[in-house]
């Protein structure tokens, strides 16, 4: 039987009161049987996952958003490791950031604390599931999971999976909760459950964020939708090894996992690299993609190869996130041209720029506003198993608290401990 919000509300904030006087050894201990429970579980989950997923392409979900949805055994043995990973790491709480006395004696100690009852919001990956799970628990926070009702079954096993194994590992099983009804009156409650939830952190497309944001009731940690960018100098291209390695970056960023926020949706071309990049970008990429060009990107290409998909790039084309086989191109005349384009049309996820110029890597990272900026590498990076977090409860793209990939410390807050000996303000 389904519990209603309310009770799931009081249920994780006195569980969360017990989880953060739980010591380190504890709460590993609860998550390693965490872990195991999902990896005993297996085959429940998965079976789970493929309800879903047919149920999604009969609905006539794109591949490229079937993707994420999609669980294998591979994909299992991910998010074990994830969490693995997450129970290596350090206790974020209790940490003294600081510390000092007053010339009056008193002492002031700056120390980590759990953030308290988090919500996240999401849409398809069942993996964010079990990842933010673990997160918040090793930060001492309990944690309501709202999926979206495409993953609704696979979020019910693994769920299941994990509660059992907390409980298993003389742990707090009821720090982790799942909103299963699937209505969308759901998330209009948790934005407005002031009291019960601490923070709301939405993850999945402009909508959904949009809607979190601008009818939350509650804290939000922003996390944003990826309409990323790599700027490609004739720097870069000084050999034809050089340029299959530009080209290779840019296919990696786009192909590899399109769905992703992370993926690249624009290629902007420097005016001069156009001749040497996009013709062997236009052979690489056929078949496998569509390019929406502008017309001197257009023209480079010369006569497209067979299976290209070529059509114009619009003004739209540069500010929409994709997520499918899909690349914009745009030439610019310059570095700076390329980081006015980003700063208006980017969402401030991740941004690449190809050059062999330290000048024009340094004012990139510099002007840029983006939670993550590379120098020639792939965008797909921006992750927290890839940063080494084991798990991310997603990409933040504001500027305060938090930002880009986020792990453990995105869950904690600090308090302040002052220790006297009588003193009193005059």
């Known amino acids: 039987m389904e519990k209603s919000l309310g009770t799931i509300f009081i249920s994780l904030k006195q569980a969360q009161v017990k989880l953060a006087a739980e010591n380190r050894a504890a709460k590993d201990r609860a998550l390693a049987a965490a872990a195991a429970a999902i990896d005993r579980e297996r085959t ?53 950031q600081a510390g000092w006395t007053l010339p009056n004696g008193l002492k002031i100690e700056k120390v980590t604390v759990p953030m308290g009852v988090a919500a996240i919001i999401y849409e398809s990956r069942p993996n964010v599931t079990a990842d933010c799970a673990a ?43 799942l909103a299963e009804s699937g209505n969308r009156d759901e998330v209009d409650i948790i934005l407005k459950a002031r009291g019960f939830i601490d923070v709301v952190l939405p993850r999945g497309g402009h909508e959904l964020i949009r809607r979190v944001v601008e009818n939350a009731r509650v804290p939000v940690v922003e996390t944003g939708e990826g309409n990323c960018h790599i700027y490609v100098e004739p720097s870069f291209l000084r050999s034809r090894a050089e340029i299959d390695n530009a080209v290779e970056i840019i296919l990696n960023a786009k192909l590899q996992k399109p769905g992703a926020c992370n993926a690249v949706e624009t290629a902007l071309v420097h005016k001069d690299a156009l001749a ?74 991740s941004e690449a720029i190809l050059t062999n110029d330290l ?68």
Request: aromatic letters at 6%; glycine letters at 8%; a neutral charge.
């Open 44 to 96: 429940a989950i998965l079976e789970a996952n493929a309800h879903d997923v047919e149920q999604a392409r009969k609905s006539g979900m794109k591949e490229s958003l079937v993707d994420r949805l999609l669980l294998n055994d591979k994909r299992i043995d991910s998010i074990i490791e994830g969490m693995k990973i997450v129970i290596k790491q350090e206790d974020p709480i209790g940490r003294t």
């Open 135 to 177: 997160l918040a628990y090793k930060a001492g926070c309990s944690i309501l999971l709202r999926g979206s009702s495409s993953a609704l079954e696979s979020n019910k096993a693994l769920v299941k999976a994990i509660k059992a194994g907390l409980s298993e590992g003389s742990g707090i099983a009821d720090a982790v909760a």
């Open 276 to 349: 040497m990049l996009m013709p062997v970008l236009a052979e690489k990429i056929a078949g496998k993609a569509e390019l929406r060009c502008d017309a001197s990107s257009k023209t480079a290409i010369g006569v497209p190869p067979a299976g290209l998909v070529l059509k114009d790039a619009t003004e739209e084309d540069w500010e929409t996130e994709f997520l499918d086989f899909i690349l914009a191109v745009k030439t610019v005349d310059s570095c700076d041209e390329a980081i006015a384009h980003i700063n208006r049309y980017g969402t401030k996820h």
């Open 359 to 426: 000048k024009a890597a340094e004012k990139f990272r510099a002007q840029v506003d983006a939670a993550c900026v590379y120098v020639n590498a792939s965008t797909r990076f921006t992750d927290g198993g890839e940063f080494g977090f084991g798990a991310e409860l997603g990409i933040s793209t504001q500027k305060f608290h938090v930002r880009g990939p986020m792990g453990l410390d995105a869950l904690t807050t600090i308090k302040y401990l002052v220790t006297g000996s009588g003193q009193i303000r005059v």
